[in-house]
């Protein structure tokens, strides 16, 4: 998926959104947004939205020296999605179909983003996701693939989102690789929030050598890579991921919320949808 021109003001908005959190001093701030908007028409129109976002991201952390600027705020959600659990595994052990209540949780937790101009009440939104009607759903695809399995990749999408992800996983009952950002990027989860979450204990944990908020293959580690060409199902998280591999051939189901109008357009769906989507069926009929 290319870059719209809606993704220009959206990152300038994120730029804005994340040197708050940093500082409160307004000049830095500002010079801060005059090096985005410097940059930005610099980009190359014919990239992702991710790989421009690595770049506005960067520039945040060259600026201010802060490499991880949403550590608290991805600690809380961790924190609220941990006291969910509980909750959450009992509703999947009362259901008459564990699997999709599990897909229909891990698809919830992709609500957590502080990159996406997305306003969300944790709870209030996991209760409504589960009763939301898919906009696309290749469910039945998925389990086909699934029951084929015999390597999984799980590409990890945000912090506190991945307490979802574990829901998922322990409902899979095959082995899993659960590949997170190599380093942090906006609240996108690196090994010690997947750690945090429990991950470790239900899954192989590894990174993907990408500091991009998205899976971007070209900076991707060859131990990614490697585990990307070998999987036979491989679930990807979020819009970030689903940016980078929209056009892929590889074995993929995307999970998300169309949480923008420039992703929402893409899969030809209402921005608020949430989605399963095979690669390259991915558009709603």
Not at 158 to 166: I, L, P, Y
Request: net charge neutral.
């Amino acid at each position: 998926m290319k870059a719209s021109l809606d993704c220009y003001p959206c990152f300038f908005l994120q730029a804005l959104k994340c040197s708050k959190i940093v500082t409160s001093d307004e000049k830095k701030i500002l010079e801060i947004l005059n090096e985005v908007s410097l940059a930005l028409p610099q980009l190359r129109f014919d990239v992702t939205p991710s790989e421009i976002g690595r770049d506005v991201y960067h520039i945040i952390s060259a600026k201010t020296g802060v490499k991880d600027p949403y550590r608290k705020l991805k600690d809380e959600f961790i924190r609220k999605a941990l006291s969910l659990y509980p909750d959450m595994k009992k509703l999947i052990e009362s259901s008459q179909e564990r699997l999709m209540t599990a897909v229909r949780l891990s698809i919830a937790g992709n609500i957590i983003d502080f990159g996406a101009h997305a306003k969300f009440e944790l709870k209030e939104d996991v209760e409504r996701i589960l009763s939301q009607d898919f906009a696309i759903n290749h469910y039945p695809q998925f389990c086909r693939s699934l029951g084929k399995a015999k390597k999984i990749l799980y590409l990890a999408d945000n912090a506190g989102e991945t307490v979802f992800d574990r829901l998922l996983i322990e409902e899979l009952h095959k082995p899993v690789i659960y590949a997170v950002r190599e380093s942090p990027i906006i609240n996108d989860a690196t090994r010690e929030d997947a750690l945090l979450s429990g991950i470790g204990e239900k899954s192989e944990i590894i990174s993907s050598g990408c500091d991009a908020p998205g899976i971007i293959l070209k900076f991707c580690s060859k131990e990614f890579l490697k585990a990307y060409s070998q999987a036979d199902l491989i679930i990807s998280k979020g819009q970030g991921n689903y940016e980078g591999l929209s056009d892929e051939t590889r074995p993929i189901f995307f999970f998300l919320k169309a949480k923008c109008s420039a992703v929402a357009r893409e899969f030809g769906v209402e921005e608020g949808s949430i989605i399963l989507a095979k690669a390259h069926q991915a558009r709603a009929r």
